[in-house]
């Protein structure tokens, strides 16, 4: 039990005790105390007026003379306008470095949420395309929050569906059967989704050229993009897909094979990996089954072209296709037919979906459907919700080649960090292989780190020049001071420098040290936090402000050369014990520490 858990409890003691009333610990505020003010931790002490009856600095008085009696740890307090600043003991802050120093996963909960499993679906690709900037951005979080929620005790399983079916794929179908004469990726030396999406790409270019041409001939936008010829085959080439066409299914395995073997690269790269992968193509019959089900029940409905429509207009919403008057399903389908296949085998108590906030709308209504089906486990779904990322220069397209490509990305940032490196003197004296290393490190840390210690919600700008800058909130700042902690613990070693199994608590503390051994203490939580907002840069920015404190007391006390050999052992253990959190805290962002930088 840390010290603030062990106050609220005594808090409600105290309630009872001095006013004869019983609270629930949920009122109970504890906040850390202002720097301006003496002390460590600060109760608000306004919710309890009520019941003593009495002026704030009175019943703040009594509460914190009950809580110094009972609690040994509690040194003094002071009242400042009705709120309790309590003063904790330097034998508390030592004992939990103790604590904490013998502790392999501090910080992880690995009991009250351990009998319930969560799913988390991330990155979704389509196979018409090579991944890009925004799905970085969604497998970052995705993985790193699947992270955070096993650390925070969870069974956590990791999904991806990837989306192998619909108009969009036979997009890129149709244009390769047209103008790739048979070229594959060992003919071209292209990664198979780069040329599959170059395929996209030029179907999009050439249905544009159609279009034009039809509106010259006087017909309106609207029309041209209806009649046009390419758009026209590649709907049949769907309807031929879905009615099992023996030359289109072949195709279709070839070169979404392509687009596997591609992305099994990306993202080996990129540091994320999946438990359980699903196929759209797999699951949209079975949602197919339970739309014509619905129009069965009367839960949904047809139009006179045969389409069936769900009416949510009483919920707010409007009326949603799932099926299309030519029988072929859309997102939606597939959708039905996913979760369903995932509840019956997995039995999650949560499923979280990791998409883009331009989603917002399918989500509400992937919830309606479901429950209008009979599926009440649709309260069990969650969107977690991301904004949009951008470069510098804008938006981008896929269709029309203007995505920033993530395995050029990954190659840019790699470059950037070898750039920068050798230019501040960081790779000298290492051998071509570790140079590699450091670089892959330190290139990865900085891009998901940039990204990551944004808020999933807020849309983002990503410059990867700012963000492999080795000052300020970077990845390779928090790298170069955990380097910098280990090169330290080296130096202590080649001393012949033996490092005790506790700290004595008997050394006094300065006012540095104990600011560092609190922000130590907040790592549980802050990885609770974490998890019940899904957010990674509560992580992000944990660790930023750690390094801040660390620098500073690096800067400002000599740790080797302390005299004192006490003094010297609660430095060096503080140091190793900062490292060890570090790297939990970028772990659970899926980014690597270098031993050396």
């Not at 009998?115 to 389509?126: D, G, Q, W």
């Not at 929620?149 to 244009?175: P, Q």
């Not at 949209?284 to 769900?310: I, M, N, P, R, T």
């Not at 904004?387 to 490509?405: H, Q």
Request: glycine fraction near 6%.
């Amino acid at each position: 039990m840390n010290i603030e858990q062990h106050i609220k409890i005594t808090v409600v003691k105290a309630v009872k005790t001095l006013y004869n009333q019983d609270i629930n610990s949920d009122i109970i505020q504890i906040q850390k105390t202002r720097k301006e003010f003496t002390g460590d931790l600060t109760l608000v002490v306004f919710p309890f007026l009520r019941l003593s009856r009495k002026s704030p600095d009175i019943t703040c008085n009594e509460i914190g003379s009950f809580l110094k009696e009972e609690i040994d740890d509690i040194f003094d307090f002071n009242v400042i306008k009705g709120f309790l600043n309590l003063v904790i003991s330097p034998r508390y802050w030592l004992s939990f470095l103790n604590f904490a120093y013998s502790t392999p996963d501090f910080g992880f909960i690995d009991s009250e949420n351990s009998s319930k499993t969560v799913m988390i679906e991330y990155s979704s690709p389509n196979t018409n395309k090579p991944l890009h900037l925004g799905h970085i951005r969604n497998n970052l979080i995705g993985y790193s929050v699947a992270s955070i929620l096993k650390a925070n005790g969870y069974k956590v399983i990791k999904t991806n569906l990837v989306n192998d079916r619909g108009i969009h794929i036979c997009k890129s179908m149709l244009a390769w059967l047209k103008w790739g004469n048979g070229i594959t990726p060992e003919k071209s030396g292209v990664k198979g989704d780069h040329l599959v999406g170059d395929y996209y790409v030029k179907f999009d270019q050439e249905y544009k050229k159609q279009i034009q041409e039809l509106e010259e001939k006087g017909m309106s936008k609207e029309e041209a993009e209806k009649n046009a010829p390419l758009i026209n085959e590649a709907q049949e080439m769907l309807r031929k897909w879905e009615a099992k066409d023996p030359e289109i299914i072949e195709l279709w395995k070839k070169m979404n094979q392509w687009v596997y073997e591609g992305f099994d690269v990306t993202y080996k790269t990129l540091g994320v990996d999946f438990d359980k992968i699903y196929y759209e193509s797999q699951t949209y019959l079975l949602g197919k089954s339970h739309v014509l089900k619905g129009l069965e029940d009367g839960v949904l409905f047809q139009k006179e072209d045969g389409s069936v429509w769900a009416d949510l207009t009483g919920d707010g919403l409007d009326q949603k296709l799932l099926l299309r008057s030519d029988g072929t399903s859309v997102y939606m389908t597939q959708d039905i037919g996913t979760a369903e296949q995932r509840f019956n085998q997995y039995h999650m108590d949560q499923m979280i979906y990791v998409v883009g906030n331009e989603q917002n709308y399918h989500f509400q209504v992937l919830k309606l459907v479901l429950d209008k089906l009979g599926f009440h486990w649709s309260k069990k779904i969650k969107h977690l919700s991301y904004g949009m990322v951008e470069l510098p220069n804008g938006k981008m397209k896929s269709r029309e080649g203007t995505v920033v490509d993530a395995d050029d990305l990954m190659e840019e940032m790699f470059q950037t960090a070898r750039d920068m490196s050798e230019e501040l003197g960081k790779l000298e004296g290492l051998s071509e292989e570790e140079k590699n290393d450091i670089v892959n490190i330190i290139g990865l840390g900085a891009l998901k780190y940039f990204i990551l210690k944004v808020d999933p919600k807020k849309n983002m700008t990503f410059n990867p020049a700012e963000s492999i800058d080795f000052n300020g909130n970077t990845g390779p700042f928090i790298q170069y001071a955990y380097a910098r902690i280990q090169s330290l613990m080296r130096k202590a070693e080649e001393m012949d420098l033996i490092l005790p199994e506790t700290v004595k608590n008997t050394i006094t503390i300065n006012e540095k040290e104990r600011e560092l051994i609190k922000l130590v203490d907040d790592f549980p939580g802050v990885i609770r936090e974490a998890g019940n907002a899904l957010s990674p840069a509560l992580i992000a920015n944990y660790a930023y402000e750690l390094v801040k404190e660390y620098n500073q007391f690096y800067h400002d006390f000599s740790i080797l050369k302390e005299e004192d050999t006490d003094i010297r052992n609660l430095r060096l253990i503080l140091s190793k014990v900062i490292g060890q959190t570090l790297f939990a805290a970028m772990k659970l962002m899926g980014i690597n520490m270098p031993e050396r930088m």
